[in-house]
């Protein structure tokens, strides 16, 4: 599903008799927009049964350029994780 797909799930979900899809589409874009805000303050973003947003920290290391085999050194980083709820996990088995 990408995002077009999800604004009109969306859409279906909430009554397209009574919304636009403009409507839709600006709801889902101030979830990402909300979520994405908080990750880069450094907050956790949690819905109960669905699953968690942080941010995690990778250190900086050694790497090795396939290409060449060349050794590199890649920066450390902040990258965002997503830890699924229980409820998620019971509905995808």
Aim: charge should be positive.
């Amino acid at each position: 599903m990408n995002k077009d797909q999800l604004v009109e799930a969306v859409l279906n979900k909430i009554g397209a008799s009574e919304y636009s899809k403009k409507h839709a589409q600006d709801a889902v874009e101030a979830v990402f927009d909300t979520i994405t805000g908080a990750l880069s303050k450094g907050d956790e973003v949690a819905v109960a049964g669905f699953g968690a947003f942080k941010t995690s920290k990778r250190a900086a290391r050694q790497g090795v350029n396939p290409r060449t085999g060349e050794k590199i050194s890649i920066a450390a980083t902040t990258v965002p994780k997503f830890k699924a709820g229980k409820a998620l996990k019971e509905a995808v088995k």
